[in-house]
Protein backbone atom coordinates (compact mmCIF):
# COMPACT_ATOMS: atom_id res chain seq x y z
CA UNK A 1 0.00 0.00 0.00
CA UNK A 2 1.14 3.67 -0.46
CA UNK A 3 1.92 5.95 2.18
CA UNK A 4 2.76 9.60 2.49
CA UNK A 5 5.45 11.28 4.84
CA UNK A 6 5.21 15.07 5.39
CA UNK A 7 8.22 15.86 7.61
CA UNK A 8 7.60 18.96 8.70
CA UNK A 9 4.13 19.94 10.70
CA UNK A 10 5.00 23.23 10.22
CA UNK A 11 7.59 25.40 8.77
CA UNK A 12 7.88 29.59 9.93
CA UNK A 13 9.44 31.37 7.14
CA UNK A 14 9.97 35.34 6.22
CA UNK A 15 9.07 37.06 3.51
CA UNK A 16 10.94 36.74 0.31
CA UNK A 17 13.11 33.60 1.78
CA UNK A 18 13.44 30.85 -0.09
CA UNK A 19 11.76 27.50 1.32
CA UNK A 20 11.82 23.73 0.99
CA UNK A 21 8.59 21.62 2.10
CA UNK A 22 9.51 17.96 2.41
CA UNK A 23 8.12 15.06 1.17
CA UNK A 24 8.82 11.13 1.29
CA UNK A 25 6.94 8.47 -0.32
CA UNK A 26 6.41 4.64 -0.33
CA UNK A 27 5.03 2.59 -2.59
CA UNK A 28 5.83 -1.09 -4.23
CA UNK A 29 4.75 0.13 -8.28
CA UNK A 30 5.06 3.19 -10.44
CA UNK A 31 3.42 6.63 -8.76
CA UNK A 32 2.23 9.56 -9.68
CA UNK A 33 2.98 12.25 -7.02
CA UNK A 34 0.97 15.57 -6.56
CA UNK A 35 1.19 19.13 -4.42
CA UNK A 36 -1.53 20.53 -3.20
CA UNK A 37 -2.40 23.93 -1.67
CA UNK A 38 -5.27 24.62 0.78
CA UNK A 39 -5.91 28.54 1.83
CA UNK A 40 -7.81 28.94 4.88
CA UNK A 41 -11.69 28.22 4.69
CA UNK A 42 -11.41 26.35 1.35
CA UNK A 43 -10.74 23.24 -0.33
CA UNK A 44 -7.46 22.00 -1.96
CA UNK A 45 -5.92 23.12 -5.20
CA UNK A 46 -3.49 21.47 -7.33
CA UNK A 47 0.06 23.12 -7.02
CA UNK A 48 1.77 20.54 -9.67
CA UNK A 49 2.57 16.81 -10.45
CA UNK A 50 4.93 14.80 -11.62
CA UNK A 51 4.11 11.90 -13.80
CA UNK A 52 6.59 11.00 -16.01
CA UNK A 53 9.88 12.71 -17.74
CA UNK A 54 12.07 15.61 -16.40
CA UNK A 55 12.23 15.24 -12.61
CA UNK A 56 12.39 18.94 -11.79
CA UNK A 57 8.54 20.12 -12.09
CA UNK A 58 7.30 23.80 -12.34
CA UNK A 59 3.96 24.68 -10.87
CA UNK A 60 1.80 27.31 -10.35
CA UNK A 61 2.65 30.36 -8.09
CA UNK A 62 6.90 30.17 -8.86
CA UNK A 63 6.53 26.83 -6.71
CA UNK A 64 8.74 23.83 -8.23
CA UNK A 65 9.18 20.15 -6.96
CA UNK A 66 12.17 17.56 -7.59
CA UNK A 67 11.21 13.81 -8.05
CA UNK A 68 14.18 11.87 -6.92
CA UNK A 69 13.14 8.07 -6.71
CA UNK A 70 15.78 6.73 -5.30
CA UNK A 71 14.75 8.93 -2.04
CA UNK A 72 11.60 8.15 -3.06
CA UNK A 73 11.08 11.93 -2.45
CA UNK A 74 9.02 14.71 -3.88
CA UNK A 75 10.33 18.04 -2.19
CA UNK A 76 8.51 21.22 -2.89
CA UNK A 77 10.87 24.46 -3.28
CA UNK A 78 10.04 28.27 -3.41
CA UNK A 79 12.88 30.47 -4.47
CA UNK A 80 11.32 33.83 -2.80
CA UNK A 81 7.87 33.67 -0.69
CA UNK A 82 5.33 35.86 -0.34
CA UNK A 83 2.92 36.51 2.43
CA UNK A 84 0.28 35.13 0.24
CA UNK A 85 1.48 32.05 0.20
CA UNK A 86 0.91 31.07 3.49
CA UNK A 87 -1.52 28.45 3.52
CA UNK A 88 -1.73 24.33 4.27
CA UNK A 89 0.29 22.09 1.55
CA UNK A 90 -0.09 18.81 0.64
CA UNK A 91 1.65 16.33 -0.68
CA UNK A 92 0.24 13.37 -2.47
CA UNK A 93 1.00 9.55 -4.08
CA UNK A 94 -1.36 7.90 -6.88
CA UNK A 95 -0.58 4.30 -7.93
CA UNK A 96 -0.66 3.57 -11.46
CA UNK A 97 -2.51 0.90 -11.09
CA UNK A 98 -6.28 -0.18 -10.78
CA UNK A 99 -9.73 1.30 -11.71
CA UNK A 100 -9.95 4.41 -9.93
CA UNK A 101 -6.73 7.06 -9.33
CA UNK A 102 -7.31 7.15 -5.41
CA UNK A 103 -4.31 9.73 -3.90
CA UNK A 104 -3.06 9.08 -0.74
CA UNK A 105 -2.08 12.41 1.44
CA UNK A 106 0.05 13.29 3.58
CA UNK A 107 -0.44 14.75 7.23
CA UNK A 108 -0.15 18.17 5.87
CA UNK A 109 2.40 21.37 6.61
CA UNK A 110 1.53 24.13 7.23
CA UNK A 111 3.81 27.18 6.01
CA UNK A 112 3.46 30.76 7.58
CA UNK A 113 5.12 33.53 5.84
CA UNK A 114 6.07 36.90 8.36
CA UNK A 115 7.62 39.64 7.78
CA UNK B 1 -12.94 24.71 -15.23
CA UNK B 2 -14.35 22.05 -13.76
CA UNK B 3 -16.53 22.62 -11.04
CA UNK B 4 -17.17 20.18 -7.66
CA UNK B 5 -20.15 21.76 -5.70
CA UNK B 6 -20.85 20.89 -2.25
CA UNK B 7 -24.26 21.62 -1.08
CA UNK B 8 -23.66 23.10 2.51
CA UNK B 9 -20.29 25.03 3.85
CA UNK B 10 -21.34 24.52 7.10
CA UNK B 11 -23.94 21.75 9.25
CA UNK B 12 -24.71 20.94 12.67
CA UNK B 13 -26.22 18.03 13.62
CA UNK B 14 -27.89 16.36 16.21
CA UNK B 15 -26.08 12.99 17.14
CA UNK B 16 -27.88 9.87 16.07
CA UNK B 17 -29.35 11.84 13.09
CA UNK B 18 -28.97 10.64 9.43
CA UNK B 19 -27.40 12.62 7.54
CA UNK B 20 -26.40 13.81 3.73
CA UNK B 21 -23.59 15.43 2.47
CA UNK B 22 -23.95 16.16 -1.51
CA UNK B 23 -21.48 16.78 -4.57
CA UNK B 24 -22.01 17.53 -7.70
CA UNK B 25 -19.55 17.62 -10.56
CA UNK B 26 -20.07 19.46 -13.68
CA UNK B 27 -17.23 17.55 -16.29
CA UNK B 28 -18.41 14.50 -16.96
CA UNK B 29 -16.00 12.82 -14.72
CA UNK B 30 -15.92 9.19 -13.46
CA UNK B 31 -14.38 9.19 -11.13
CA UNK B 32 -15.43 10.96 -7.24
CA UNK B 33 -14.42 10.68 -3.84
CA UNK B 34 -15.28 11.59 -0.28
CA UNK B 35 -12.42 12.51 1.94
CA UNK B 36 -12.02 13.95 5.39
CA UNK B 37 -9.94 16.36 6.74
CA UNK B 38 -9.10 16.25 10.87
CA UNK B 39 -6.17 18.57 12.03
CA UNK B 40 -2.91 16.06 12.34
CA UNK B 41 -4.10 13.54 10.53
CA UNK B 42 -4.42 15.31 6.39
CA UNK B 43 -6.59 13.61 4.48
CA UNK B 44 -8.19 10.51 4.87
CA UNK B 45 -10.27 8.53 2.08
CA UNK B 46 -13.97 7.43 3.06
CA UNK B 47 -14.97 5.97 -0.28
CA UNK B 48 -14.73 6.26 -3.91
CA UNK B 49 -16.70 5.56 -7.05
CA UNK B 50 -15.36 5.22 -10.72
CA UNK B 51 -18.67 4.85 -12.35
CA UNK B 52 -22.44 5.20 -11.70
CA UNK B 53 -23.15 2.73 -9.04
CA UNK B 54 -20.33 1.71 -8.22
CA UNK B 55 -18.49 2.44 -5.17
CA UNK B 56 -15.24 1.28 -3.20
CA UNK B 57 -14.70 1.15 0.58
CA UNK B 58 -11.69 3.69 1.71
CA UNK B 59 -9.43 3.71 4.39
CA UNK B 60 -11.96 4.80 6.85
CA UNK B 61 -15.55 3.80 5.81
CA UNK B 62 -17.17 2.51 8.93
CA UNK B 63 -20.74 4.87 10.08
CA UNK B 64 -20.55 5.89 6.39
CA UNK B 65 -22.01 4.99 3.16
CA UNK B 66 -22.54 6.72 -0.42
CA UNK B 67 -24.83 6.86 -3.18
CA UNK B 68 -23.95 7.69 -6.71
CA UNK B 69 -26.80 7.37 -8.93
CA UNK B 70 -26.21 9.81 -11.65
CA UNK B 71 -22.48 10.32 -12.60
CA UNK B 72 -22.65 13.78 -11.42
CA UNK B 73 -24.01 13.31 -7.95
CA UNK B 74 -21.91 11.51 -5.14
CA UNK B 75 -23.52 11.37 -1.72
CA UNK B 76 -22.05 10.64 1.40
CA UNK B 77 -24.41 9.19 4.54
CA UNK B 78 -23.74 9.58 7.82
CA UNK B 79 -26.46 6.65 8.97
CA UNK B 80 -26.54 7.59 12.35
CA UNK B 81 -24.08 10.51 13.21
CA UNK B 82 -21.51 10.61 16.13
CA UNK B 83 -19.64 13.13 17.64
CA UNK B 84 -16.58 11.24 16.48
CA UNK B 85 -17.59 12.02 12.58
CA UNK B 86 -17.40 16.34 13.55
CA UNK B 87 -14.70 17.12 10.80
CA UNK B 88 -14.76 18.97 7.35
CA UNK B 89 -15.61 17.16 4.51
CA UNK B 90 -14.28 17.05 1.39
CA UNK B 91 -15.51 15.66 -2.23
CA UNK B 92 -13.37 15.34 -5.11
CA UNK B 93 -13.81 14.02 -8.91
CA UNK B 94 -11.02 13.58 -11.40
CA UNK B 95 -11.17 12.03 -15.15
CA UNK B 96 -7.83 9.89 -14.58
CA UNK B 97 -5.24 9.38 -12.59
CA UNK B 98 -2.86 11.37 -14.26
CA UNK B 99 -4.98 14.25 -14.39
CA UNK B 100 -5.48 14.87 -10.48
CA UNK B 101 -7.98 16.17 -8.53
CA UNK B 102 -10.82 18.83 -8.49
CA UNK B 103 -11.91 19.59 -5.03
CA UNK B 104 -14.83 21.32 -3.78
CA UNK B 105 -15.03 23.75 -1.24
CA UNK B 106 -15.67 21.18 2.08
CA UNK B 107 -18.37 20.81 4.24
CA UNK B 108 -17.84 21.70 7.86
CA UNK B 109 -19.89 19.13 9.49
CA UNK B 110 -20.19 20.05 13.86
CA UNK B 111 -21.82 16.61 15.59
CA UNK B 112 -23.48 17.53 18.57
Known amino acids: AQSVTQLDSQVPVFEEAPVELRCNYS??????LFWYVQYPNQGLQLLLK??????LVKGINGFEAEFNKSQTSFHLRKPSVHISDTAEYFCAVSEITGTASKLTFGTGTRLQVTL | DVKVTQSSRYLVKRTGEKVFLECVQDMDHENMFWYRQDPGLGLRLIYF???????EKGDIPEGYSVSREKKERFSLILESASTNQTSMYLC???????????FGSGTRLTVV
Open chain 2, 92 to 102: ASSLSAGVGYT
Open chain 1, 50 to 55: YLSGST
Open chain 2, 49 to 55: SYDVKMK
Open chain 1, 27 to 32: SSVSVY
